[in-house]
């Protein structure tokens, strides 16, 4: 093991600190009594010919989904149903009091043509605020929003559409084709210079993808049950919410920048019994990006992850990159990861452009057969590294009963001489058929108790 700085702990600590893991998970009910899913009248509202809706898969739906959500709304909420077949529409957005409730054998088909994501809406596009098109599912300011059933939300994003807006030969982009780089470049440098949001125009010829579900600044939101597939990025992305459940849902996609789930921003938030098997982080927990997360400066805190099942993806449980609001009190328990394509089952990645605070990170019960990364990462140098005047704060990550069956390494933690990462403790773990000697920088407190590397000690 490479170490460099790292403090020394005695015995005694190694038992106190254990009697505080006990407590720390104490605030686990505390949290979850917290968290309550949004109750809905007893009518429903089915998707029909009544609204102009048939579920052929040609037929355009889009504007049947919004007067059936309109009338649900104004009538004090219910369920807008979507029986079985296919619907074809372009953005929903979903108002107070309302569940969109997808039925077994339901597809809603997105359309591949991004004038139906139209007017642009205010949006957070990685973790800068801009006027972009309007995420698939949408809402603004709602309370009491639900997306429920066992149906299929199909954003038929792939190579030929959507996917090739991010610039790379492997989806689809060739020479001469337009790309989002020249407007991430700006949408970047406007959050710089504090360009007020309403004149962050995004939309047509910027090539800025939508995310797939993003409500914003809402209360009360539930996403239970429905599988999620072929997304232009980011899938289940709530912003700046409260009171927030995903649980259920199975996300498979592998486009870029496919993450599974991105709460960002947001408060109480239980992620449960949900698969993620993604081309991008399957769980990734953000809060804004450089001095544009820094001006709307909300942490991301109190998050619950359990009973998941991670597959494909570059993390399985991630903190950051957009971090600079902070992220703080993450518990992730009981949860399975396995694929040569997932890089890590912990990942927190920050650096000097972002800033910001990870701190209050516990993961326990958790078991990955083989992952092609580290176990354990935690990395100041991602992206920019410390070029940048923001050094992050990242302290006090716990990991406790984590077997791992395959991985480069078990940690690789790499922290900054001037901006160590601290107190972080191991405990009760295995890590078999590790290939590469840990990387242990700038880390100040690291404690492992009772943990074995390719079956030795590493106490």
């Not at 070029?387 to 390494?409: A, D, E, H, W, Y």
Request: with cysteine; net charge neutral; charged share 25%.
């Amino acid at each position: 093991m490479n170490r460099r700085e790292f403090g020394v702990i005695t015995a005694g600590a190694l038992v106190a600190a254990s009697a505080q893991a006990a407590d720390e998970w104490d605030q686990v009910p505390q949290i979850l009594a917290r968290i309550k899913p949004p109750s809905f009248p007893n009518r429903n509202f089915e998707m029909s010919a009544k609204y102009g809706a048939k579920g052929d898969g040609t037929t355009d739906c889009t504007e049947a989904f919004q007067k059936a959500i309109a009338e649900c709304n104004r009538a004090g909420g219910g369920r807008v149903v979507v029986p079985a077949g296919a619907w074809l529409t372009g953005a929903i957005h979903l108002k107070s009091n309302v569940n969109l409730h997808v039925s077994e054998g339901a597809t809603i088909k997105f359309h591949t043509d991004e004038k139906k994501y139209l007017p642009l809406v205010f949006s957070r596009w990685e973790g800068t605020e801009c006027m972009n098109y309007s995420p698939f599912v949408y809402a603004l300011q709602q309370d009491n929003i639900a997306i429920t059933g066992k149906g299929t939300l199909d954003g038929q994003s792939n190579p030929e559409h959507w996917w090739q807006w991010n610039g790379n030969a492997r989806y689809g982009w060739k020479q001469g084709m337009p790309n989002q780089r020249k407007a991430r470049t700006e949408l970047m440098a406007m959050g710089e210079r504090d360009v007020p949001v309403k004149d962050r125009v995004m939309g047509p010829d910027s090539y800025l993808r939508p995310q797939f579900i993003q409500p914003v600044q809402c209360r009360n939101v539930l996403i239970e049950g429905v599988n999620i597939t072929n997304s232009p990025m980011w899938e289940i992305n709530p912003v700046l919410c409260r009171n927030v459940i995903v649980r259920g849902v199975t996300v498979v996609s592998h486009g870029p920048n496919n993450d599974g789930c991105d709460p960002e921003s947001c408060t109480d938030v239980w992620i449960k019994d949900c698969t993620f098997d993604t081309g991008d982080d399957c769980i990734a927990i953000k809060s804004g990006r450089n001095r544009d997360g820094r001006r709307v400066n909300v942490p991301c805190e109190n998050l619950v992850i359990q009973g998941c099942n991670m597959k494909d993806g570059h993390g399985g449980v991630t903190l950051g990159s957009e971090a600079s609001g902070g992220i703080r009190n993450v518990f992730a328990e009981a949860c399975k990861m396995d694929s040569p394509h997932l890089d890590r089952v912990l990942r927190l990645k920050t650096n000097a452009m972002r800033g910001g605070f990870l701190e209050n990170v516990y993961m326990r019960n958790v078991t990955a057969g083989q992952v092609a990364g580290a176990a354990i990462e935690v990395d100041l140098n991602y992206e920019e590294g410390r070029n940048g005047k923001f050094m992050p704060t990242v302290r006090n990550i716990r990991v406790r009963n984590l077997t791992c069956r395959q991985s480069r390494q078990a940690m690789n933690l790499r922290g900054f001489e001037e901006a160590p990462i601290r107190d972080v403790r191991v405990e009760n773990c295995i890590f078999e058929h590790t290939d590469r000697a840990d990387v242990v920088e700038h880390v100040v407190g690291l404690q492992l108790e009772n943990v074995t590397i390719n079956g030795k000690r590493a106490d």
